[in-house]
């Protein structure tokens, strides 16, 4: 399904390069829950935003579903993008002066779908998550986890088939990671693809494959 | 101080945007506030200008001018007035200056002994008039303003020495004694001063209603009690002489506001800019009370850590209002050079022909006063944009702004609204500066296209007066007359020329009153009045007036045939609507005489006055059969102006060697000079409204710049779910857009208000072209658009990642 091959990514400091992706070769079939672990600074966010399209700025192939994505200008890449990614941030990176039930509409507005339509697909996610009780309230009346959870409601509303979450339950204490680990447990197992970035090898156990990366090198897959 | 400049200087781009913004608001109005000081503040430099009151004249209800007090009454009044501590007196009067250089004819005033030293006019060397110095025989001494005297007596340097030497005025010799401020020219801004020759019969001339009368307020007093006291004591002079009083009045009115012109078009265009003025300090207040705004949503971080070490709100608040006030001052600091530079542009872009009639223009400056308004402004301006700014940062929760990575977005929607109400107040009021400046721009070139027709540059202008010592009688003027059309006609290159009374487009003429032959004579306030025109036959040639009907005067039309007249078709349909007018007589009332003269011609209209919207309707009369002793001469001629001018002067001098002359002109430079106002008011107002476009452009940029940057975040977030530049583009623009076109339409309505409520101003504008002047609305769009659409364009440019990892 994803396809990286020969992927570098760096930075120009005068005469010198300095490099955050080193030939990065990765392949990620569909259905997989991938977590990308290693120290700070390695390149596992860097490496996630390559694949979620949103970092171009990079050299090498990369192929989605046999599309070349090397070769597509910037909007191609955002069509594919909003088919085929939902993503989800460390730290939620929801509107505070939106509702719940607008949050999780908000990527729906970018998809041309009616407003009639919206209101039942965000309907259907409220009753899927379980927060029904909450879609009026503002971000800041629920907890982190709520806040996460409803980080996630976002990027699984327009059904995407693969799920961008980096260190998602980073600013979460463990009850409520174990929460969003066990929601992105049951997304994979209904189909739907989960790369994440994470420092915890308890995160990491969810899934079924870690890539490691340290100073922008791929260690090795397990 | 240096906490507060630090800070300031940590944002340099917002500095500089809010220094210019300060400079050019704070600096336009000090430099507006320094010509209102000099043209209605303080117009005449009279050490009791505060305190000293004029009489006005009314008869029937009419308007009669302020030289209309008579010698009697004078004297019967300064006995009666308890609210007066002193009165005074002067007599306008045109003196011609022989000897010592060219001749010359200058405004001058036969004035009361006392004159100087009831109104306080400083002098610079001599001394003023002395008490008894009234008296016949004694009168032989002048005072002269500063300029004359250099300007005759250059060579001796000093305005000092001027004094005790001899003018020559109307043939007589006069001492000078003493020397006046330039700017303390009063009545009509008179060059010299005589002493009124006070006959024996003085206080016995009850019907010569000529006197200027000007009188003091006893400390204390106020200007409504002398005025019901002089409407008493008029009351009962009315009484005591009804032949020569009924019907008439005497109101006592404030000098300075007479000065100032309260209700002239010259002080209505100073308040306009005064307005235009205050517009753009009020757009430059809006743009750095945003970038205040923004500083202060930048600093939530530095506030909470404040609060958390103990500051309280307030205190903070009184932070960034000590920051506003110091950016208010250093704004000032950069505007005053702007200021004096302004002043100086303005001083020199007025022609001396109009500046003369205003005393204060050539000590118009940057002075203490205007830095004390200066520094008044910026305190006030200081404190405008720093009250909301100042007020939201005592609001931020520490908690929040504290908290790792905080999970805030955006600033809240209150800042937002009012960030963008910042924005359509900008455009509002840029908008009706630029409509503004555009109909005033346009109102000029509807006064220039109007005489354009005339060639007004083909036709060379000279006007005199002939003495009443010289030429006493009217053979006399007859002779010069016959004379001086002998030398024009004389003349190489010249095509046709004329003799008449008033130039037209002059800088002045004459209305007068007629009465028509076999209708009875109207009350004063009923009279019909027309423009008297006393011309030679060769004027309508000249001057290019078309005969309709009848004929037009002829030199066979001589002091000994009957007296006949030529009116324009205004006249005769005004005046004779249902017959016609051809063969009647009518008389212009001038005095008891009853000059009747029949009408032989009908003419077309021909506009005389730049400042009135139509032609006035016009009585010709021949000059062979009434002698003024004004003269002009109008040629018209394909020579270049450069000798023809020189030539008309010699035509004269031909005649009269001493015979002073004025007015050596073409048309163009008269029409230049009468609109030389308008123009600097059209220029000044183009120039504020392209400031306020500056202003908001820069108002707009920064605001954009500042969403960009302070939702990058969200931005990053948004692309990553999926949104298009399209929606960004629109995310960090909508709100500025929706109160851009607000303030547009708002502007567009105040706009065409204001083009109402001004529309005696600004006339020769018709509603089609307020319609083709909204187009600048589009400019204001395109400009607000281009200014908000640079910023954003960086938020098209980024990566989400970079963005996601902005805070």
């Known amino acids: 399904m994803i396809d990286l091959r020969n992927v570098e990514k760096y930075y120009q400091h005068g005469p010198a390069k300095s490099f955050v992706l080193r030939r990065v070769n990765v392949e990620i079939k569909e259905g997989e829950f991938v977590s990308i672990m290693g120290p700070s600074g390695a390149g596992k966010s860097t490496l996630l935003y390559v694949i979620g399209m949103h970092d171009t700025d990079w050299t090498g192939e990369y192929y989605l579903m046999g599309q070349a994505i090397h070769k597509l200008g910037r909007k191609e890449r955002n069509e594919l993008y909003k088919a085929n990614f939902g993503f989800v941030f460390q730290s939620y990176h929801l509107l505070d002066n939106l509702t719940v039930a607008e949050n999780i509409e908000m990527p729906l507005t970018y998809r041309n779908i009616k407003k009639s339509e919206r209101e039942a697909i965000v309907a259907d996610i409220l009753d899927r998550f379980q927060i029904v009780g909450k879609k009026d309230l503002f971000p800041n009346q629920l907890s982190g986890g709520q806040q996460q959870l409803v980080g996630v409601a976002r990027a699984m509303v327009a059904n995407p088939k693969v799920i961008l979450a980096d260190e998602p339950t980073g600013n979460l204490h463990s009850s409520q990671g174990k929460e969003i680990m066990e929601m992105f447990k049951r997304l994979n197992d209904q189909g739907t693809t989960i790369i994440q970035v994470t420092h915890s090898e308890a995160n990491a156990a969810y899934g079924n494959r870690v890539i490691e990366i340290r100073d922008g090198w791929i260690e090795g897959a397990s | ?807």
């Open chain 2, 1 to 807: 101080m240096t906490k507060q400049l630090r800070s300031l200087a940590s944002s340099p781009l917002s500095l500089a945007a809010a220094l210019l913004a300060f400079a050019l608001g704070i600096g336009a109005n000090t430099a507006m506030y320094s010509i209102c000081s000099a043209l209605l503040f303080r117009p005449v430099e009279l050490g009791h200008l505060e305190r000293l009151v004029v009489f006005e004249s009314f008869l029937r209800g009419d308007h009669q001018g302020l030289f209309d007090v008579s010698p009697a009454d004078f004297t019967d009044l300064r006995g009666q007035l308890q609210s007066l501590e002193d009165l005074g007196f002067a007599e306008e009067w045109s003196a011609t200056i022989t000897r010592d250089g060219e001749p010359e004819q200058v405004s001058a005033a036969r004035v009361s002994a006392n004159w100087f030293g009831l109104t306080g006019a400083p002098l610079v060397a001599g001394r003023a008039f002395l008490p008894g110095e009234n008296a016949p025989g004694r009168t032989r001494i002048a005072v002269v303003t500063e300029g004359l005297a250099l300007r005759r007596f250059g060579a001796q340097k000093t305005t000092a020495s001027v004094v005790g030497q001899q003018i020559r005025l109307d043939g007589e010799d006069h001492m000078i004694v003493g020397v006046l401020r330039e700017t303390a020219r009063l009545p009509n801004f008179a060059r010299v001063y005589v002493p009124y020759s006070q006959a024996a019969d003085f206080a016995h001339q009850r019907t010569a209603f000529e006197l200027y009368t000007v009188g003091r307020l006893r400390g204390g007093a106020s200007l409504s009690t002398a005025q019901a006291e002089l409407g008493a004591a008029f009351r009962r002079l009315a009484e005591q002489f009804p032949a020569s009083h009924q019907g008439r009045s005497l109101v006592l009115v404030s000098l300075k506001e007479r000065i100032a012109g309260t209700n002239d078009l010259a002080a209505s265009y100073v308040r306009l800019l005064l307005f235009a003025t205050g517009f753009v300090l009020l757009i430059a207040c809006a743009n750095v009370t945003n970038l205040q705004l923004a500083r202060i949503t930048g600093r939530a971080r530095e506030f909470a850590i404040r609060s958390a070490l103990g500051a309280n709100p307030w205190r903070i608040a009184g932070l960034v209002l000590s920051e506003s006030l110091l950016l208010a001052l250093l704004g000032s600091l950069v505007g005053i050079p702007f200021a004096m530079w302004a002043v100086e542009g303005m001083k020199r872009m007025l022609p001396s022909e109009i500046w003369q009639y205003i005393p204060m223009w050539p000590e118009l400056s940057v002075n203490w006063t205007a830095l004390g308004v200066t520094l008044g402004l910026s305190v006030l301006a200081g404190f405008a944009t720093a009250f909301w700014p100042a007020w939201q940062s005592t609001r931020s929760d520490a908690q929040e702004s504290l908290r790792e990575g905080g999970r805030s977005m955006s600033s809240s929607r209150s800042r937002q609204w009012f960030r963008g109400a910042m924005i359509g107040v900008q455009m509002m009021l840029a908008l009706v500066l630029l409509i503004g400046a555009g109909l005033m721009v346009r109102g000029t070139q509807v006064l220039f296209e109007r005489f354009a027709a005339w060639q007004p540059e083909k036709v060379g202008t000279l006007q005199l007066v002939l003495p009443r010592t010289k030429y006493p009688d009217p053979p006399l003027r007859g002779n010069f007359i016959r004379k001086l059309e002998e030398q024009l006609a004389a003349l190489p290159a010249r095509q046709d020329f004329g003799l008449v009374n008033f130039i037209p487009l002059g800088d002045s003429m004459s209305i007068v009153p007629f009465a028509v032959e076999g209708r009875p004579e109207a009350r004063a306030a009923e009279q019909l009045a027309a423009n008297n025109l006393i011309v030679s036959p060769g004027y309508f040639a000249a001057m290019q007036v078309q005969l309709r009907s009848g004929r037009l005067l002829a030199s066979t039309d001589g002091a000994e045939t009957d007296p006949v007249c030529v009116v324009d078709e205004r006249f005769a349909a005004d005046v004779f609507p249902n017959e016609p007018a051809l063969g009647r007589r009518i008389s212009p009332l001038l005095d008891d005489s009853r000059p009747w003269c029949r009408i032989v011609g009908i003419v077309a209209n021909k506009d005389h006055n730049p400042w009135e919207r139509s032609s006035r309707r016009t009585l010709y009369r021949a000059m062979a059969q009434v002698q003024p002793r004004l003269l002009s001469v109008v040629v018209r001629t394909d020579a270049p102006m450069e000798t023809m001018l020189p030539a008309l002067k010699q035509a004269v001098y031909a005649v009269d060697p001493e015979q002073p002359v004025r007015m050596l002109y073409s048309q163009q430079d008269l029409l230049d000079q009468a609109l030389a106002g308008m123009k600097l008011v059209a220029l000044m107002m183009s120039v504020l409204g392209l400031i306020a476009l500056l202003l908001s452009a820069v108002g707009i940029f920064s605001v954009v710049s500042y969403v960009v940057s302070e939702r990058t975040s969200e931005i990053g977030m948004r692309m990553a779910m999926g949104a298009s530049e399209w929606d960004i583009l629109r995310l960090v623009s909508h709100q500025t857009l929706l109160m851009l076109g607000l303030g547009l339409a708002l502007g567009l309505g105040l706009g065409f208000a204001l083009a109402q409520l001004f529309r005696g101003l600004i006339w020769g504008v018709s509603s089609r072209d307020f319609l083709s002047l909204a187009s600048v609305s589009l400019l204001l769009a395109l400009v607000g658009g281009l200014a908000m659409y640079l910023p954003a364009r960086r938020a098209l440019r980024l990566d989400p990642m970079q963005a996601l990892r902005h805070d």
